[in-house]
């Protein structure tokens, strides 16, 4: 069964990092593609960058470039996403979703609360 | 690229059709239309990608159609489940975009 485990909840000061994990079962990390989306409370989905399968290459949002590392583990089929300088704004609900140009399987997302 | 749903909220009763607009502030690729579904409290559900293929497991009730700028996502009979918020994506010049969303509610 295909599916991505994410980590837990992170509650985090303004001008932290956090790195939320993406753990894949049921197939291969690098044979995929993978995207990291986050969602603030009531708001729409909002994406942040994505690695691609095979050759690794990584793409980020303008709207995150500079504050945003993906990054990946393939000996532990694990994802990674960490963004830093956090705020308040920062605080929503992050995903990692398979895929290349739609998302076929989503975690259930890591919720990141910022706060001071 | 960014994408406008409509309408904001769609008030309708179990049977109804559902008619669910996206529409793009520029051309998109057919390849590159995908549809979502969210429960609250749950991640977003692939429906629809390539603007009208319907992802494993979707229910043909769900249909999605469009070109260039204008795309549609229909639910023919909407059953007790189908009741969420939708929402459209692209993909273009590297880089993925989300519509702000269309709430199906119960009337």
């Known amino acids: 069964q295909v599916q991505l485990v994410q980590s837990g909840a992170e509650m985090k000061k303004p001008g932290a990092s956090v790195k939320v994990s993406c753990k894949a079962s049921g197939y291969t990390l690098n044979r995929y593609a993978m995207h990291w989306v986050r969602q603030a409370p009531g708001q729409t989905l909002e994406w942040m960058g994505w690695?691609?399968?095979?050759?690794?290459?990584?793409y980020y949002s303008k709207d995150f470039q500079g504050r945003v590392t993906i990054t990946r583990d393939t000996s532990a089929n694990t994802a990674y996403m960490e963004l830093s300088s956090l705020r308040s704004e920062d605080t929503a609900v992050y995903y990692c979703?398979?895929?290349?140009?739609?998302?076929?399987?989503w975690g259930k997302g890591t919720t990141v609360t910022v706060s001071s | 690229t960014v994408l406008t749903q409509s309408p904001g909220t769609l008030s309708l009763s179990p049977g109804e059709r559902a008619t669910l607009s996206c529409r793009a502030s520029?051309?998109?690729?057919?390849?590159?239309l995908a549809w979502y579904q969210q429960k609250p409290g749950q991640s977003p559900r692939l429906l629809i990608y390539?603007?009208?293929t319907r992802a494993t497991g979707i229910s043909d009730r769900f249909s999605g159609s469009g070109s260039g700028t204008d795309f549609t996502l229909t639910i023919s009979r909407l059953e007790p489940e189908d009741f969420a918020v939708y929402y459209c994506?692209?993909?273009?010049?590297?880089?993925?975009?989300f519509g702000q969303g269309t709430r199906v509610e119960v009337k």
């Open positions: 979703a398979r895929g290349s140009h739609y998302m076929d399987v």
């Open positions: 390539s603007t009208s």
């Open positions: 690695i691609n399968a095979g050759n690794g290459n990584i």
């Open positions: 994506q692209q993909y273009g010049a590297s880089s993925w975009t």
């Open positions: 520029q051309s998109v690729s057919s390849s590159f």
